[in-house]
T-cell receptor, first 117, second 115 residues
Framework: AQKITQTQPGMFVQEKEAVTLDCTYD???????LFWYKQPSSGEMIFLIY??????QNATEGRYSLNFQKARKSANLVISASQLGDSAMYFC??????????????FGKGTKLTVNP | DTGVSQDPRHKITKRGQNVTFRCDPI?????LYWYRQTLGQGPEFLTY????????KSRLLSDRFSAERPKGSFSTLEIQRTEQGDSAMYLC?????????????FGSGTRLTVV
């Protein structure tokens, strides 16, 4: 079973508008972490935002915010005031594995965001 | 500190040849991860080192793959007798405190094409 599901293969948004990228996850752990990464065509994975499972407030980092709904197991990324440079692949990931152990990341399949001028 | 470095950035090889990739993590990071990313997919975990010890390997890591991290610094990933299915981006990441928000730093990857 997929642990991270991103149901939107592609999304389009007009410059300066907001966009929401969906992510749902599956875990039976009480302690976990959720990440969003941006991957431009150059290939590097750029960290955007993190939400811990015990964090009560939704995470925000500049134009990025994470809409964390724990009961629904969703962790959607909201990008406000989209810019042309936001065009890229976006991956949702969950930290799994024992604390103090590998704590590897499990990724979704990604959403390709295109920002139109 | 220049982040995580991977070399080479691109590699084209003929089927059946051996290839080796290198990853230089952030110097104070004791954990190092290798991931593989095929076209249209998210990265998949391959293996993990804590210092020089390889503590976990994915079932994706067949016998043709071997990874090392001598002295707990840089790491190498070798693929023997490459197959076309090995064509992918190989990403390295390092971390010091993976449970925190800024725990993971990725390199730019090595893109392997097997012809």
């Amino acid at each position: 079973a997929q642990k991270i599901t991103q149901t939107q293969p592609g999304m389009f948004v007009q410059e300066k508008e907001a966009v929401t990228l969906d992510c749902t996850y599956d875990t039976s752990d009480q302690s976990y972490g959720l990440f969003w990464y941006k991957q431009p065509s150059s290939g590097e994975m750029i960290f955007l935002i993190y939400q811990g499972s015990y964090d009560e407030q939704n995470a925000t980092e500049g134009r990025y915010s994470l809409n964390f709904q724990k009961a629904r197991k969703s962790a959607n990324l909201v990008i406000s005031a989209s810019q042309l440079g936001d065009s890229a692949m976006y991956f949702c990931a969950m930290r799994e594995g024992p604390q103090g152990g590998s704590e590897k990341l499990v990724f979704g399949k990604g959403t390709k965001l295109t920002v139109n001028p | 500190d220049t982040g995580v470095s991977q070399d080479p950035r691109h590699k084209i090889t003929k089927r059946g040849q051996n290839v080796t990739f290198r990853c230089d993590p952030i110097s104070e990071h004791n954990r190092l991860y290798w991931y593989r990313q095929t076209l249209g997919q998210g990265p998949e975990f391959l293996t993990y080192f804590q210092n020089e010890a390889q503590l976990e390997k994915s079932r994706l890591l067949s016998d043709r793959f071997s990874a090392e991290r001598p002295k707990g610094s840089f790491s190498t990933l070798e693929i023997q007798r490459t197959e076309q299915g090995d064509s992918a981006m190989y990403l390295c990441a390092s971390s010091h405190l993976p449970g925190t928000a800024y725990g993971y730093t990725f390199g730019s990857g090595t893109r392997l094409t097997v012809v």
